[in-house]
């Protein structure tokens, strides 16, 4: 892959894993030395009412949303799940670190939770 060939910055240890999408400087704090994937979703949750604000006569709303995408920071060996729960302007809220079995089975459960809104009963994921 080209990216693997581009100068990386003195910190950089090893080159980008396959998913990378981020641009890295050797300007970089240490603590914002992570890989970011170029993959990434995000989910507005409908059953929260949305963040409202007025910016002179506009009306501004804002979905609440959940997003997801992975992060590994260079000095650590293995990428991670990043669960953000965030709200209105700027995307206020909190990020959950989820290592991969953890998303794996978050995304099970869920699965199953919206199974049984359907009336599909399963043995349960645990
Ligand atoms: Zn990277």
Not at 22 to 35: M, V, Y
Request: aromatic share 8%; with cysteine.
């Amino acid at each position: 892959m080209a990216k693997s060939t581009k100068k990386r910055p003195y910190w950089q240890s090893q080159p980008c894993p396959g998913w990378c999408g981020g641009w890295h400087s050797k300007s970089d704090a240490r603590p914002d030395r992570n890989h970011y994937s170029r993959w990434e979703a995000s989910i507005a949750r409908s059953l929260e009412d949305a963040h409202v604000w007025h910016h002179g006569d506009e009306r501004i709303a804002s979905k609440h949303k959940a997003e997801l995408y992975v992060m590994q920071h260079d000095e650590h060996h293995s990428a991670h799940v990043r669960l953000g729960m965030l709200s209105g302007p700027g995307g206020h809220g909190r990020e959950y670190p989820l290592t991969r079995d953890e998303a794996e089975r978050l995304g099970r459960a869920l699965l199953e939770a919206a199974d049984l809104i359907d009336g599909h009963h399963t043995g349960g994921v645990r």
